[in-house]
């Protein structure tokens, strides 16, 4: 188990209360059979419903479950999973710095390929450049996939591309909301950002040896702070309702088990063009481009095999983007 992980008994706890949902089961019931003392079942119920767990407590009976929690630990993600390889080894957070770099940290002591780290809070989570990731805690899923795919560093950008196609058909699936994608790594919906992926990398010359895939998507949040409310949304502020993370995880790593497979079969042209077809940013989008001090209006004209953006300045020439930021221009 990864230092500060959550027990395995607490997630045996939370299969046991779904297991017997709208039943009442007897404390001492409850610390028999996942191996702990009645203060201990005690202590944890609380911290379920610190996190909106709705348990009722019996007195001199025992604990009832009133619905089916939200809470995304593996025995409510993986056995709906079947035999994908991304998500059959699952570790979980109630509270951590960031995912990806505990991913990271499990990376290079071996973690098997598919390794998925998730976490109901992080309290350092990272966005691209340097940028802090808001994550309010039980709100959003904060979740790293652990890759080792047979390609050279140069494959890194598509990585991300496929990630991004992935978590877009997911959305879409299990929200029904429009969902763009904004190159290289943005979800947008109604032009605000509602997911974003951060892909980091321990590589040679000539191979990868892990990639961490970190999505952040903002799911039942329902405000954004001052500084974010420009730019950031969440599903719940346009669905107008609140959703399962536990169905959107599973959905996503379905996808993402489906694109990651797609890709190294098909390549990456394939790829690219999937992503093409999948956003509004790859053609003929007037955009404004920042590259440290460098800041120029451009349209965009396609993706090269690589993920690399194609855009065309307004004096005509012609550039290839394989890092930096864009907006578009209203």
């Not at 779904?18 to 007897?26: C, D, K, L, S």
């Not at 965009?300 to 307004?314: H, I, P, Q, Y």
């Amino acid at each position: 188990m990864a230092a500060g992980s959550t027990d395995r008994k607490i997630d045996k706890l939370i299969h046991l209360l779904v297991q017997n949902a709208m039943v009442v089961v007897p404390g001492p019931k409850i610390a028999s059979e996942i191996g702990v003392t009645r203060s201990t079942v005690w202590m944890w119920m609380e911290k379920l419903r610190s996190l909106g767990v709705e348990i009722k407590g019996v007195p001199s009976s025992g604990y009832r479950l009133v619905k089916i929690p939200d809470v995304l630990v593996p025995s409510l993600i993986r056995p709906e999973l079947d035999d994908n390889q991304i998500g059959h080894t699952i570790v979980h957070y109630f509270r951590v710095g960031s995912t990806n770099d505990a991913a990271l940290q499990l990376a290079s002591r071996d973690a098997p390929h598919g390794t998925v780290v998730v976490a109901e809070e992080q309290t350092s989570g990272r966005g691209r450049l340097g940028r802090t990731w808001y994550s309010e805690p039980s709100s959003g899923i904060y979740v790293s996939v652990i890759l080792r795919p047979p390609l050279a560093p140069t494959a890194a950008p598509v990585l991300t591309l496929m990630a991004g196609i992935a978590a877009q058909q997911a959305l879409v699936s299990a929200t029904g909301l429009a969902v763009d994608i904004r190159w290289p790594n943005d979800l947008l919906v109604g032009g605000r950002k509602v997911c974003g992926i951060l892909t980091e990398m321990s590589a040679e010359l000539d191979r990868l040896h892990a990639v961490v895939l970190g999505i952040g998507i903002n799911v039942n949040h329902s405000e954004m702070p001052p500084e974010l409310k420009k730019i950031a949304t969440s599903l719940r502020m346009e669905g107008h309702k609140a959703w399962s993370r536990v169905q959107i995880l599973i959905a996503l790593l379905r996808e993402l088990e489906r694109h990651y497979g797609l890709l190294l079969a098909d390549g990456n042209e394939s790829m690219t063009r999937r992503w093409a077809a999948a956003s509004s940013y790859a053609q003929g989008k007037r955009i404004r481009v920042v590259q440290g001090h460098d800041e120029f209006q451009a349209t965009t004209t396609g993706l090269d095999s690589t993920g690399a953006l194609r855009v065309r300045r307004e004096d005509g020439r012609e550039h290839l983007l394989v890092a930096g930021e864009i907006m578009e221009v209203r």
